[in-house]
């Protein structure tokens, strides 16, 4: 007789890249002063622009490498029950060699746990 199974819930978090459309407008006398103006505030003062909408353009997502995201995870894969971090994509330019693969999941293991 088979043991009963049970469903267990896991969520990824990851890190992508992805294009948002910002929209605002300008005051000014012509369209040329007025993308004058544009590229000013866009390059001097963006913390003073007012933006009336913004669109997510999901057509330009694109997950993250880790060498992308200054070595850090990109991927991070968790157990719903208790949060508990189970696995990143940060070390997996660790390769075992000549079978010192415990040692290399041990080190791993540890650069995992010291990130939380």
Not at 74 to 84: F, P, R, S
């Amino acid at each position: 007789m088979k043991p009963e199974t049970k469903e267990f819930e896991f969520y990824i978090e990851e890190r992508l890249m992805i294009w948002n459309r910002l929209k605002f407008s300008v005051e000014a006398e012509t369209l040329e002063e007025a993308k004058e103006k544009a590229k000013y505030m866009v390059t001097k003062e963006r913390e003073d622009i007012e933006f009336w909408d913004n669109v997510m353009l999901y057509d330009t997502l694109t997950e993250m490498e880790v060498g992308d995201n200054e070595g850090n995870a990109t991927l991070e894969l968790y157990c719903d029950k208790d949060a508990e971090l189970i696995y990143d994509n940060a070390n997996e330019d660790i390769k075992p060699i000549n079978g010192f693969e415990k040692l290399y999941q041990d080190i791993a293991k540890a650069n995992i746990l010291t990130k939380l």
